[in-house]
């Protein structure tokens, strides 16, 4: 029986949204309100509007990425993971173009309540991840087909969603707070090496030199591991040194999650068994996060 259509509706939303991609802009928002909380109360609406103002943006980083992958003839109705709506879906890339537009433009809404509560100097901030989104994707050279797309997404998206967030939440920065973004700023490397190391094959056949082909798939399963190594590290080198309270070595309750994640890689090779390994590294960021910014809320009380 065919499924309704609020249903197809609704699985195709699904599909654009991506929503395990999303832990990577929901985490640093967390992190970053959860530092301010150290020195400031919560400003809850600053919070909210922020948190669905980094979604949205996310969200549209990963519909125009489905755009030009489409538009480059990387993607095929076999590839893994949810993308592929166009290819899939049979949704026009003029839709999906229309979608990213009205998701951007409902950002920058939030991005104007944002500012006016906060300081106009976030919109700086805001414009630079604009034109991080259009380059990540976008462009002759994007930076999604190269080996650096790690390193920047996690630099953009880890201490910078942290830093901004919690500049709207304080009216200024601090090195402690910069300092213990490092560790998310990682895992959100993380999740872009688990996806890249997953669609390896995909890319190699699509023309692309991510960090996986440049660095084999062996090499990159190590990298990944040392990734995680060094995001765990962190945290009580952070504590030792008094940049983080206590309570935040709560994060390494998710230790041994993360801990499989390396072998998972190196021993699976289905498409659905690789695909289990990425949601797991989408698993630890979100937990990472939530217990981080759970610690953080302990030590403020």
Not at 211 to 221: D, E, K, M, N, Q
Not at 249 to 263: D, N
Request: net charge positive; charged share 10%; aromatic share 8%.
């Amino acid at each position: 029986m065919a499924n309704p259509l609020h249903v197809q509706y609704v699985r195709i939303g699904w599909r654009l949204l991506r929503p395990p991609t999303l832990t990577a802009s929901i985490t640093p928002v967390l992190v970053g309100a959860g530092l301010a909380v150290q020195h400031h109360a919560l400003r809850i609406p600053v919070f909210i509007a922020m948190l669905a103002a980094a979604m949205l943006i996310q969200a549209a980083a990963n519909m125009l990425n489905e755009y030009y992958d489409f538009r480059r003839g990387l993607d095929n109705a076999e590839m893994v993971g949810i993308a592929g709506t166009i290819v899939r879906d049979n949704v026009s890339p003029q839709t999906v173009l229309i979608i990213t537009q009205s998701t951007l433009a409902a950002a920058l809404l939030l991005g104007v309540y944002i500012c006016a509560s906060s300081s106009w100097w976030v919109a700086a901030a805001g414009a630079a991840s604009m034109l991080f989104l259009y380059l990540y994707s976008s462009g002759p050279f994007p930076i999604s087909y190269t080996p650096f797309g790690e390193i920047t997404a996690g630099c953009i998206m880890g201490p910078g969603i942290i830093l901004i967030t919690y500049f709207t939440q304080t009216q200024t920065l601090s090195w402690s707070a910069a300092l213990a973004s490092a560790p998310i700023g990682l895992l959100i490397g993380a999740i872009l090496l688990a996806n890249n190391i997953r669609d390896i094959d995909h890319d190699r056949a699509g023309g692309r030199r991510t960090l996986p082909i440049v660095a084999g798939r062996s090499g990159a399963i190590r990298i990944l591991g040392g990734v995680f190594a060094l995001a765990y590290l962190c945290v009580p080198v952070l504590v030792l040194a008094q940049r983080l309270p206590a309570w935040t070595l709560l994060v390494l309750l998710m230790s041994p999650l993360t801990a499989r994640i390396p072998k998972l890689f190196a021993t699976t090779h289905t498409p659905q068994e690789l695909q289990a390994a990425f949601k797991a590294t989408s698993q630890t960021l979100i937990g990472f996060g939530v217990l981080l910014f759970v610690g953080l809320l302990l030590a403020s009380a």
